[in-house]
C-alpha cells in the first residue's frame, strides 16, 4: 500500500519498504512539516513485520540540503517542538529522523545523490547501510550556522569514524564527495545509481531469516560501543530467542532445497 503525504512519501513494494523525502523544489530541506512527517513514517513502519528492508532516497536533485533555516528559525514554537524531550536521554523530534531507523528491526538503506548536508547527512547517518554517489556531496554543515550538529548523527559518526576526523568535518564544516565518504568510512558503497543499487542490496535480505537480520542489527547496534560481557550475554540470549522461533528451521530446510516461505519478523 500507498501513504502518501506532502513531505515524505510512503510506498511499500514486495516487502521493501521505499521511503523518499518529498520537497523537491526545495531540494528536500527540513522544516518542521518534515521533521514530522518522517517521524510519522517511521511509526508506520515499525509496525508492518511483513517488511524485510527499508530504503531512503530523496525527490529531485538532492537527497536534503538539511535544515530549512528560514522556516524553522522563524517559529519560536517550532523550534521548542524540535529540542524538547521527556528525558535527556531520549531522542527528541529533531533526533528522531536519525536515530528512529536504528530501532526499526529491518534493515535501512540511504540511496544518497546530490547533495546531503546537515540534517540530510543526520538522517542518512541513522540508516544502517548507505549507499552514495561518487560524486556527490556530503557536510556535516551545522557549524555553518554556529551550531553543533544535535540530531542524533553523533551516535552513528562515533562508530563509523575516527575522533580526529568526526572533528574536522564538524568543526570546519567541510564540503567532501561520495568518493571521500568511502574513504572515511562514512559510505557503505558507491554507486552511480545509488537507488537502483539499494533495491538490489534490499533483495539480498529476503532470502535470509527475518529473525536473524532483526537480532544482527540489535546485537551489533547495542553491542559496538560497550562491554565485552554484556555483548557476549546478548549474543547467547538472542540466539536461544532465534532458535525457539520457526524462522531458523525454514532458513536451514531452504539451505538443504526447501521452499518453505519465512514467517514475518517476530518483536525483535
Avoid at 48 to 75: P, Q, W
Wanted: hydrophobic content about 45%; proline content about 3%; overall charge positive.
Amino acid at each position: 500500500g500507498n501513504i502518501m503525504s506532502q513531505a515524505v512519501i510512503l510506498y511499500i513494494d514486495h516487502q521493501v519498504a521505499h521511503i523518499r523525502l518529498n520537497r523537491a523544489a526545495r531540494h528536500n530541506a527540513l522544516d518542521i512539516g518534515m521533521f514530522e512527517a518522517i517521524a510519522e513514517t517511521q511509526k508506520q513502519v515499525a509496525k508492518n513485520r511483513e517488511l524485510r528492508a527499508i530504503i531512503l532516497s530523496g525527490e529531485g536533485v538532492d537527497f536534503c540540503t538539511g535544515l530549512d533555516v528560514k522556516s524553522v528559525m522563524k517559529s519560536r514554537a517550532g523550534i521548542i517542538k524540535l529540542l524538547r524531550k521527556w528525558l535527556p536521554w531520549q531522542s527528541n523530534l529533531a533526533q528522531k529522523v536519525s536515530t528512529g531507523w536504528r530501532n526499526i528491526p529491518v534493515p535501512v538503506i540511504a540511496a544518497v545523490h546530490g547533495r546531503c548536508w546537515g540534517g540530510g547527512l543526520q538522517i542518512a547517518l541513522g540508516a544502517d547501510f548507505r549507499i552514495v554517489q561518487p560524486d556527490a556531496s556530503l557536510s556535516i554543515m551545522e557549524g555553518k550556522w554556529g551550531l553543533i550538529p544535535d540530531m542524533g548523527g553523533t551516535l552513528a559518526l562515533r562508530e563509523l569514524m575516527p575522533r580526529d576526523q568526526a572533528m574536522r568535518l564538524a568543526m570546519t564544516a567541510v564540503e567532501f564527495s561520495g568518493r571521500e565518504s568511502l574513504d572515511l568510512g562514512l559510505a557503505t558503497a558507491l554507486d552511480s545509481d545509488p537507488l537502483t543499487a539499494a533495491r538490489s542490496f534490499a533483495e539480498s535480505f529476503k532470502d535470509r531469516s527475518p529473525d536473524a537480520v532483526a537480532a544482527t542489527k540489535k546485537l551489533y547496534r547495542k553491542s559496538w560501543n560497550g562491554r565485552p560481557g554484556a555483548a557476549l550475554a546478548r549474543e547467547t540470549y538472542y540466539q536461544a530467542r532465534i532458535l525457539s522461533g520457526a524462522n531458523q528451521r525454514i532458513a536451514v530446510s531452504r539451505q538443504l532445497g526447501g521452499s518453505s516461505k519465512f514467517q514475518n519478523v517476530g518483536r525483535w
